[in-house]
């Protein structure tokens, strides 16, 4: 019988990340599950590793071990080879990682048992095209961000869903989001916070010019493209907030269309979205 191939792929800079992972090891340890590390998270622990690629081809599911940020990256760094992943945080709950540490034996436990459900998560492709030819292209899971650069400047971007033309905004920058990613900057710039499970893109402008521009919801089966509307504009592009590209304003869209793939996300069986709500927001339901 085959026994289940676990990887880990750790935030290994961060501060008590050894003492961490070696916990982690501990409680898997008591449980019939080969593991594997990725060569910087192994390194943290005095044991061999794998680079990320040779990783991914040996393992069932991947344990992304830090917090939400070092799921971000996860997905980024697997160019498109998704496999299930487990988010297992050594702060505090995560809205990805919701295994939260220092229990780490419920979430060893859950990986040998079988006991947590997997959340299908929609994932976003964008790119960047200059003079038609495609100069950058990343998978994103929670959000594209299109905003000014060091200068303190509006910005003016023109966008449109197919081929039709929305609006343009004059702001700070606008925001793409996922269902996923509504809780992350877009809800920290009005943007609505939506179920994972909506299917629906959020465009989300930052500090617009005009309060009329509020969030628009539309369809995350639909193409959209977002121009720079000329001028001597410094604009920055980035996905999930990962590696940030400059963009030339007279020559270049940005396009973000759903992607083919999508992230088996494993969470706890019981913990609802409203659970993660309730305590990363601090929902209490009362009215104080």
């Not at 026994?3 to 090891?25: D, F, N, Q, T, V």
């Not at 989300?204 to 010019?209: A, D, G, R, V, W």
Request: a neutral charge.
């Amino acid at each position: 019988m085959h026994s289940l191939s676990l990887g880990i792929y750790a935030h290994w800079r961060k501060p008590g990340a050894a003492a961490s992972l070696k916990a982690l090891l501990t409680e898997l340890s008591a449980h019939p599950i080969d593991v594997l590390l990725e060569e910087h998270a192994a390194t943290i622990v005095g044991v061999d590793g794998y680079p990320l690629d040779e990783l991914y081809d040996r393992v069932d599911l991947i344990i992304a071990f830090g917090g939400d940020g070092t799921l971000l990256r996860l997905v980024r760094d697997l160019r498109g080879k998704l496999k299930p992943v487990m988010g297992i945080n050594f702060g505090s709950l995560g809205f990805l990682t919701c295994f939260g540490g220092p229990e780490y034996a419920v979430a060893a436990k859950a990986i040998a048992t079988g006991d947590y459900r997997i959340d299908d998560r929609t994932l976003l492709e964008a790119s960047v095209e200059r003079k038609g030819e495609v100069i950058f292209s990343q998978l994103g899971l929670n959000d594209v961000v299109v905003s000014r650069g060091d200068r303190s400047r509006l910005v003016r971007l023109d966008l449109y869903i197919e081929s039709n033309h929305l609006t343009q905004y004059n702001a700070d920058g606008l925001i793409i989001a996922t269902s996923t990613g509504s809780t992350a900057y877009s809800l920290s710039a009005g943007g609505p916070i939506v179920v994972p499970s909506s299917g629906v893109f959020v465009v989300t402008p930052i500090c617009p010019h005009v309060l009329t521009n509020r969030s628009v919801i539309v369809s995350n089966k639909s193409t959209l493209r977002l121009i720079p509307n000329g001028g001597r504009q410094h604009i920055s592009f980035s996905v999930d907030g990962q590696d940030c590209v400059q963009l030339r304003t007279t020559t270049d869209t940005v396009i973000v269309r759903p992607a083919s793939q999508h992230l088996p996300l494993l969470l706890p069986k019981n913990l609802s979205f409203a659970d993660i709500l309730g305590s990363k927001l601090r929902w209490s339901g009362s009215a104080i």
